[in-house]
């Protein structure tokens, strides 16, 4: 089983995508993936070829009030597709596709 991951993060105060943005991967205490928004706020290959387990995906957004937010999930098999949606005083997130 192989497990491959990207992400976006859009600002949702200004309407448009968060480039510049830094991402981290862990598993467990280890970091296993990082990389920076690009200009469409995405990072289209976090990492792939990972083993199914539990991550934390963590977001440094340029963000008046959050300067962390941190996902856990669990990865079975396939692909995935974790966006962050974020504005000054509010943080969502989703499993897209």
Same mark, same amino acid.
């Given at each position: 089983?192989?497990?491959?991951?990207?992400?976006?993060?859009?600002?949702?105060?200004?309407?448009?995508?968060?480039?510049?943005?830094?991402? =981290?991967?862990?598993?467990?205490?280890?970091?296993?993936?990082?990389? =920076?928004?690009?200009?469409?706020?995405?990072?289209?290959?976090?990492?792939?070829?990972?083993?199914?387990?539990?991550?934390?995906?963590?977001?440094?957004?340029?963000?008046?009030?959050?300067?962390?937010? =941190?996902?856990?999930?669990?990865?079975?098999?396939?692909?995935?597709?974790?966006?962050?949606?974020?504005?000054?005083?509010?943080?969502?997130?989703?499993?897209?596709?």
């Amino acid at each position: 089983m192989s497990v491959s991951i990207s992400t976006h993060v859009l600002d949702t105060a200004v309407g448009r995508p968060a480039a510049q943005v830094q991402v =981290e991967l862990f598993q467990g205490a280890g970091p296993v993936a990082s990389g =920076e928004t690009d200009v469409d706020g995405r990072i289209v290959n976090l990492a792939d070829g990972l083993e199914p387990g539990s991550y934390s995906l963590i977001f440094h957004p340029r963000s008046p009030f959050f300067t962390r937010v =941190e996902l856990e999930v669990e990865l079975v098999e396939g692909h995935y597709h974790v966006p962050l949606l974020v504005s000054p005083y509010g943080c969502a997130s989703y499993r897209g596709s």
